[in-house]
């Protein structure tokens, strides 16, 4: 007979509302009592337990590693990463590719490179973990080492986290309640302050600002942006973020990379937008699925990159002006 | 021969992540096909077909189809191995989330859908909570946030299964699932073997072509709906 068997209800279920949880989505009614589990089920119905659908020993069974898992997943929340490491493996022809590129916590590195040349294919190779084991044969380090199997396949706090133009919200809730979903799963320790932290992020990200009962499926495709990169920076567990392409979306991708940063994750961004490449630190440049090279922002790009991005508020000025109705007539005066 | 019973409800991507895998299994040599059961009619034999696997379907009609599954799980099995297969799949399609095809002993894969919503893993039965493995599917389309939440369901509903993401498109996922799946024991018979969990009995008047709605007609395995208005009624 198993431990759990002899815990008194009340017990069981004050400390451990998991098991409430899961006796409920049996469809059984239990209330708090001086009574054993073992003894309650022994006492049920076995018609009750048929519908149920586990028996006994099954449901016995299931709560005591419900109880585990849930320990487990408390304690396992805060586990960093300090760097990633990507080892080249050859490009589309065969021929090896040279590179070794080693990333820490806070970091962003930039993928650049015509479509079609193999930028996703490098992304699917960081989330996988790659070890030598997909088309390209590259390999991924954690922390210098391999990764062991555990930290790779555990699903709820995978070690990467995906953004892409093709992913959507889905589910009919809304933006407080969903974030607060999150945040009741990732266990934080006061919930509502962190559902409304992501939620004045999001919208510090976005010209379109929303409120907390908004819909999910509703926000716009900037909203949905910005929602997704300040949950990703703030209540995310992965320590490695992947962005594929979020160009022209309406969010202020310089603060999106600021929060990205300060949530001292491992950002890659596949990118075409010169806002975002010349943000990193570095950028890959790929060619014929292989990474043909390494590029460092030079302080020369970087003072470029302040020409650029004041030429991108002027637009956005002009958007704005658009968006409220107003008249572009007075001449463009593109800033030097 | 390894015999792997992949359930889950209609449309959530069985096929496609068989296809997946199988294609992987089949690239380090082994030989693998697949019996395919479901209640009126199926095209997935072509798809299974397409890609060379050894099919074979088999068709409920007015059965209840998990029932017909244990039914001919030992005949399907005799097929696969006069096939002379290393690995068996039997796919079929939990269309009342109570029943379940997973055997004692025989590797049990249930695949959800991560479009259904975060609720969904609460609501499948004993073919997801029995299960070893859970493959999430159609990721590629859901946020991180939906994928975390309903990661964190899935383990809530099955503590002890392994969790696997696996884009049925495009195979992502699909090689650490290929080698869970590789490690499961062999199944040389199931004379004697037993079902994870009983099926309901499901001999109501209308299971054998009762069509009369009312009182009268109901007798054997009848269960009433109660209703909170008339619960003082109600013995
Ligand atoms: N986006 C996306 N679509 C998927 C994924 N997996 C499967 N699909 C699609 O979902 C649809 C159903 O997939 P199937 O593999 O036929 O599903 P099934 O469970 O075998 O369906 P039945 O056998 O009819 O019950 C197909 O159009 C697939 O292309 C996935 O991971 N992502
Ligand atoms: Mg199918
Ligand atoms: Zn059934």
Not at chain 1, 183 to 199: L, N, S
Not at chain 2, 81 to 94: I, N, V
Not at chain 2, 175 to 184: F, T, W
Request: with cysteine.
């Amino acid at each position: 007979m198993s431990a759990i068997a002899s815990l008194p209800l009340d017990e069981l279920l004050i400390q451990h509302s998991c098991v409430r949880d899961f006796i409920d989505s049996l469809g059984l009614e239990i209330q708090e009592s001086a009574e054993p589990l073992g003894i309650w089920l022994d006492r049920l119905p076995d018609e009750d337990i048929l519908d149920a659908g586990m028996e006994r020993p099954q449901i016995l069974a299931h709560a005591e590693r419900l109880i585990q898992e849930v320990a487990r997943m408390e304690d396992g929340s805060g586990a960093g990463v300090a760097s990633l490491t990507l080892i080249g493996g050859r490009d589309k022809n065969g021929t090896p590719e040279q590179a070794r590129i080693s990333v820490r916590a806070g970091e962003v590195l930039c993928i650049v490179g015509p479509t079609g040349s193999g930028k996703s294919r490098l992304l699917a190779d960081i989330e996988c973990l790659a070890q030598g084991d997909t088309p390209t044969g590259r390999r991924i380090l954690i922390d210098g080492a391999v990764p062991d199997e555990e930290r790779r396949t555990v699903l709820d706090r995978k070690l990467v986290a995906q953004l892409s133009q093709n992913m959507n919200f889905v589910v009919d809730l809304g933006v407080r309640d969903f974030i607060g979903l999150h945040a009741q799963c990732r266990m934080v320790a006061e919930p509502e302050i962190m559902v409304e932290r992501v939620i004045a992020c999001a919208n510090d990200l976005t010209g379109e600002k929303f409120g907390p009962e908004t819909s999910v499926t509703q926000l716009s495709g900037g909203q949905t942006r910005a929602l997704m990169i300040a949950d990703a920076a703030l209540l995310s567990a992965s320590p490695v973020v992947l962005i594929d392409e979020i160009e022209n979306a309406g969010v202020d991708r310089r603060r999106a990379l600021e929060l990205l940063i300060g949530g001292e994750k491992i950002v890659f961004i596949s990118t075409h937008d010169p806002l975002l490449a010349l943000r990193g630190d570095r950028r890959i440049v790929i060619r014929n699925g292989g990474i043909a090279g390494i590029l460092e922002t030079s302080p020369e790009e970087r003072e470029n990159l302040e020409r650029i991005e004041r030429v991108d508020a002027t637009l956005m000025e002009i958007r704005e002006r658009l968006r409220r109705g107003l008249r572009i007539e007075s001449p463009v005066r593109w800033p030097q | 021969m390894q015999l792997i019973t992949v359930a889950g409800s209609p449309s959530v991507g069985k096929t496609s992540v068989i296809l997946r895998v199988a294609e992987l299994l089949g690239r380090q040599g082994l030989a693998v096909g697949v019996v395919k059961l479901d209640s009126l009619s199926t095209s997935d034999d072509q798809l299974y077909a397409q890609k060379g696997l050894p099919v074979a379907v088999g068709l409920a009609g007015s059965i209840c189809p998990d029932h017909y599954f244990v039914s001919n799980i030992e005949d399907c099995l005799a097929w696969g191995q006069r096939q002379g297969l290393d690995l068996l799949f039997s796919e079929s399609a939990g269309l009342c989330n109570r029943c379940s095809p997973h055997i004692q002993g025989v590797m049990a894969v249930c695949v959800v859908d991560a479009l259904a919503g975060v609720h969904t893993p609460k609501k499948i039965g004993p073919m997801l909570r029995l299960a070893d493995l859970a493959v999430i599917t159609k990721g590629d389309i859901v946020s991180q946030v939906e994928r975390e939440v309903f990661a964190y369901q899935v383990r809530l509903a099955n503590p002890g299964a392994r969790a696997f993401f696996c884009n049925g498109i495009t195979g992502q996922g699909a090689s650490d699932l290929a080698a869970a799946i590789a490690r499961a024991a062999p199944t040389h018979s199931l004379e004697g073997q037993r079902l994870r969990f009983p099926m309901p009995a499901a001999v109501c008047p209308y299971c054998v072509g009762e069509t009369a709605i009312g009182e009268t007609h109901q007798r054997g395995n009848v269960k009433k709906m109660r209703f909170a208005d008339q619960t003082e009624v109600t013995p």
